[in-house]
Antibody, heavy 121, light 112 residues
Framework: EVQLLESGGGLAQPGGSLRLSCAAS????????MTWVRQAPGKGLEWVSV????????YHADTVKGRFTISRDNSKNTLYLQMNSLRAEDTAVYYC??????????????WGQGILVTVSP | DIVMTQSPDSLAVSLGERATINCKSS????????????LAWYQRKPGQPPKLLIY???TRESGVPDRFSGSGSGTDFTLTISSLQAEDVAVYYC????????FGPGTKVDIK
C-alpha cells in the first residue's frame, strides 16, 4: 500500500525557514517524480515544485522560485521541501504527491494527508 | 501559464441522477505528437487529500467506479457521474499537466 506522510510543518515567522519532509513507502520511490502541492486558506490547489526520480531535475513555481528548494533522498525514501524567506502568503496546507505518469508533467495518483504551514509574526 | 476554469461552482443532484461538471483550459492541452489530452480529474472529500479519478482526460484510474467518466478534447472537458451516490458528495477538480501544472477552482457536488 502506497503511503506518503508529511512532517515538519508548523508556525514560522515572516522571513523564517522550515523544512518539510515526506516519508514514502509501498512503491519504488526512486522510480517516480514527486511533487509538492499547496492549498492556502480559502484558495485553490497550487502546484509548488517537482523533482525527478533521480533528483537531478527540479522545477519550482514562480511564486516560490529562489526561496524554496525541493530535494529527495532515495536511500531514505524521503522527499523534502526547504522553505526559506517565508511570507504570509506561503501559509497553506502542503501536500506531497506521487507522479502517476511517465515524466515530470503528470497527474498525481497518491497524495499525503497534508501538513499545515503558518507564517505569522 | 494555462488557466483552468470550472462550471458550475456547485450543483445539487438527486440520488441516482446524472451530474455533469465542465472544465475549460485557457489553451489547448492536446499534445499533437501523441494525440493525448493532458488533463486529470480529482475528487476531494472533507478532511482528505484529493483522490485521482481520471487521467489522459478519459482514462479511469484503477478502482474508480465506472459511473465516473471523462470526456472532451483540446480546451473543453467534462466529468460525468452517471448515477450519483451518497458517497460522491465532494469537490471535484480538474488539472492540466500539459505545461506547468494548474488546477481548476473546484466544483462542489451535493445531494438534492
Amino acid at each position: 500500500e502506497v503511503q506518503l506522510l508529511e512532517s515538519g510543518g508548523g508556525l514560522a515567522q515572516p522571513g523564517g525557514s522550515l523544512r518539510l519532509s515526506c516519508a514514502a513507502s509501498g512503491f519504488t520511490f526512486s522510480s517516480y517524480d514527486m511533487t509538492w502541492v499547496r492549498q492556502a486558506p480559502g484558495k485553490g490547489l497550487e502546484w509548488v515544485s517537482v523533482i525527478s526520480g533521480s533528483g537531478l531535475i527540479t522545477y519550482h513555481a514562480d511564486t516560490v522560485k529562489g526561496r524554496f528548494t525541493i530535494s529527495r533522498d532515495n536511500s531514505k525514501n524521503t522527499l523534502y521541501l526547504q522553505m526559506n524567506s517565508l511570507r504570509a502568503e506561503d501559509t497553506a496546507v502542503y501536500y506531497c504527491a506521487k507522479g502517476g505518469g511517465p515524466d515530470s508533467s503528470s497527474w498525481y495518483d497518491y497524495w499525503g494527508q497534508g501538513i499545515l504551514v503558518t507564517v505569522s509574526p | 501559464d494555462i488557466v483552468m476554469t470550472q462550471s458550475p461552482d456547485s450543483l445539487a443532484v438527486s440520488l441516482g441522477e446524472r451530474a455533469t461538471i465542465n472544465c475549460k483550459s485557457s489553451q489547448s492541452v492536446l499534445y499533437s505528437s501523441n494525440n493525448k489530452n493532458y488533463l486529470a480529474w480529482y475528487q476531494r472529500k472533507p478532511g482528505q487529500p484529493p483522490k485521482l479519478l481520471i487521467y489522459w482526460a478519459s482514462t479511469r484510474e484503477s478502482g474508480v467506479p465506472d459511473r465516473f467518466s471523462g470526456s472532451g478534447s483540446g480546451t473543453d472537458f467534462t466529468l460525468t457521474i452517471s448515477s450519483l451516490q451518497a458517497e460522491d458528495v465532494a469537490v471535484y477538480y480538474c488539472q492540466q499537466y500539459y505545461s506547468t501544472p494548474s488546477f481548476g477552482p473546484g466544483t462542489k457536488v451535493d445531494i438534492k
